[in-house]
T-cell receptor
């Protein structure tokens, strides 16, 4: 079966750095997405990785290792508005998105 | 503003009712999706339409019936639902289903409660 694992919940302090991990076992791989979803709102696109390595976009970076079936989302200089759920999703060999259950990130002052 | 709108935002219906959810995208995309989101569970893909043709039906019960009259509009018709169908129903669109790098744009969702 296909599976995406990410922690259910994480807590971090405003101004700090947090890393949210995602591991996957899927039938084929055509890329990995990270989305942010604030409570009661729609998921919004953060990043897409298809090659190994780190992609940096402002305070957010996403890393991929295809050989390890592993990705992480790194959030720097945390702000209160970063409190949200972060969803990891992998594109399988049929170009279907396989979603993780999401990581709820709580930012404390 | 994500360019994808959904109505209604909230819906309470009895198990014998018939209702419809509506989704509209203003992005010129060719693929549209229905997802079910339940608390602490992964997004469940229900239906996919690409260029108005249904390409995915992930073993969804027949009490859910999709309709895609054109590339901009998507409906989900509901009838004789069960309480376990209570969830957030999200609509999304993307440029094309067949290209993996195209991100999906989501609507705000319809919070459905079945009583």
């Amino acid at each position: 079966g296909q599976n995406i694992d990410q922690p259910t919940e994480m807590t971090a302090t405003e101004g700090a750095i947090v890393q949210i991990n995602c591991t996957y076992q899927t039938s084929g791989f055509n890329g990995l997405f990270w989305y942010q979803q604030h409570a009661g709102e729609a998921p919004t696109f953060l990043s897409y990785n298809v090659l190994d390595g780190l992609e940096e976009k402002g305070r957010f970076s996403s890393f991929l290792s295809r050989s390890k079936g592993y990705s992480y989302l790194l959030l720097k200089e945390l702000q209160m508005k970063d409190s949200a759920s972060y969803l990891c999703a992998v594109v399988d060999s049929n170009y279907q998105l396989i979603w993780g259950a999401g990581t709820k990130l709580i930012i404390k002052p | 503003e994500t360019g994808v709108t959904q109505t209604p935002r909230h819906l309470v219906m009895g198990m014998t009712n018939k209702k419809s959810l509506k989704c509209e995208q203003h992005l010129g995309h060719n693929a549209m999706y229905w997802y079910k989101q339940s608390a602490k569970k992964p997004l469940e893909l229900m239906f996919v339409y690409n260029f108005k043709e249904q390409t995915e039906n992930n073993s969804v019960p027949s009490r859910f019936s999709p309709e895609c009259p054109n590339s901009s509009h998507l409906f989900l018709h509901l009838h004789t639902l069960q309480p376990e169908d209570s969830a957030l129903y999200l609509c999304a669109s993307s440029q094309d289903k067949e290209y993996s790098s195209y991100e999906q744009y989501f609507g705000p969702g319809t919070r459905l409660t079945v009583t």
